[in-house]
């Protein structure tokens, strides 16, 4: 985990056990990420011995850490100008990916893994707002059970 500190960046081990832990990629994250890792190769051969390798996915122009305001402020921000979306905090995507899951039927307690939660509590508390929908899904299915559908 990476920390702020007034002598500047340094890496924390997790809070909790549970922030440890692997996540499964789609498809399409698979191919950004092999596209993006090539583009760092690239940026790494450019700059030389000025690049400080620490093994970071989203490292800054030299390979240290990314300022965290400048990933939110500025790049999160021309993402979503170029897509013509509503200015959200960084934070908020993990939000919108957990409601959409939740939305679209995934198990609550695969979506509270992926985002770490101690206790799939946490995620319904949270989540809550997503529940009419899927209780009103879940009345349409029963229908259809009750009247022989399958």
């Not at 950004?32 to 051969?45: D, G, P, V, Y």
């Not at 908020?92 to 992926?114: F, Y």
Request: hydrophobic letters at 35%; aromatic letters at 6%; charged letters at 30%.
């Amino acid at each position: 985990m990476l920390s702020w500190t007034k002598e500047g960046p340094i890496f924390t081990a997790p809070k909790t056990k549970k922030s440890r832990r692997n996540v499964e990629l789609t498809k399409s994250a698979i191919a950004h990420f092999r596209r993006h890792r090539t583009r760092q190769r690239e940026q790494r051969l450019a700059v030389g011995d000025s690049w400080q390798d620490l093994d970071l996915v989203f490292p800054n122009e030299i390979g240290r850490p990314m300022d965290g305001t400048n990933l939110s402020e500025r790049d999160l921000r021309r993402v979503l100008d170029r897509g013509s979306l509503p200015r959200i905090r960084f934070h908020d995507l993990r939000h919108t990916a957990a409601t959409i899951l939740l939305g679209r039927g995934v198990h609550p307690k695969i979506v509270s893994e992926m985002l770490g939660h101690a206790d799939v509590r946490v995620t319904l508390d949270l989540y809550s707002h997503v529940t009419p929908t899927m209780h009103r899904e879940a009345a349409v299915v029963f229908d259809k059970v009750l009247e022989g559908e399958r």
